[in-house]
């Protein structure tokens, strides 16, 4: 499936950065620039944002929560499709985190940032000297520059009441430490991220050409010996065989139910059928409902197992149409299915 965003939201995002990146490092009237803000705004935030994109990437699929409210509870989007969404939007933040880099840099360039730090309830140098020392931990070893000292903390400490008592010539010296910051917290989780996208993007094609190649294979040694007419065997010589009641109700014996729940449920049900690889199948079909594109598939995707597969029909009502029998029929000997007489 091609899953494609309108180009516009790529510039728009890269410009949108741009716009968060100016109004954090605007300067406030007591003439300082609030570090502890810009820093939430520019890495806290992101990295929490991207832990929570990578959970929920990994996470167990299920319906999207808003069609729990409406009466679209079978609707289930493709993994392959959820994949592409998650891409296309680690591809748009990624765009806003380098706006965001790009505003940081000129300004850098053009205009004398000076930055100050203060809080309501952290009131001690040392706690922070602490925070940013764990913060930084990523890269002490090979940007010793980007790692704050207790003197630079000490010194750009901000008092509302007397905002000029502390010394305040080297307050630009905090650039390097959110410049990293925005690289390690912001941009590279999201990189990450799209990597990982890319990789199960690939598996993903690479398993559906393997599953494909294969059941074109089986298609292929099918057609080569298909018989001219329709195979028939009595039903007792299936007694043994597996059943797989299609949108029948009440079956009056055991076997799976599928076509009546929801897509989750009877996808989840059939998979763990195919896991145990039955030797045999019987689909057993009420004479009133029509052949399904849906059961094709499923039939298909047993034939790709070497599962010897046969039809009986369920339900025998007499106000069922008279042709419907031949359809059945008809759709029997296109999937290769014996058909069962009692």
Known sequence: MKFQLPLWLYPLAFLFGILIGAAALRYTPDGRINLMLVWLVWAGLPFVGACVSGWM????????????FTGLQHWQLDPQVQLKLWLKLHQLWCLTATGVLAAFLALLLFT?????????LVDDPQRIYQLTQLISVHWQAYWPAAVPDLTLIENTRFIRIAPSTADA??????????????????LLPRVLLMLVCLLQLRHRTVTQL??????????????CFSPSELQQQSCSAWQDAERVFWEVSKPSA?????????????????QMLLKRRPARLVWCVDLRRSPLAEMADR??????????????IWEQDL?????????????????QLIWLEA
Request: proline residues 3%; negative net charge; hydrophobic residues 45%.
């Open 210 to 223: 393997s599953v494909s190649a294969q059941q074109n294979a089986v298609s292929a040694d099918i057609n």
């Open 254 to 270: 055991d076997g799976l139910v599928l076509g009546l729940g929801s897509w989750e449920q009877d996808q989840q049900q059939w």
């Open 112 to 120: 004398d940032l000076a930055f100050g730090w203060s809080s309501t």
């Open 319 to 335: 106000d069922a149409p008279s042709h419907a029998r031949e359809s059945w029929k008809v759709f029997a000997q296109q999937h």
């Open 169 to 186: 010539g080297n307050a630009g010296d905090w650039w390097p430490f959110l410049l990293a910051s925005l690289l390690i917290y912001n």
């Open 57 to 68: 990437m990994f996470r167990k699929q299920q319906v999207p929560w808003i069609l729990r």
């Open 299 to 312: 039939i298909q995707q047993a034939s790709a197992q070497g599962v010897q597969q046969a039809l009986q």
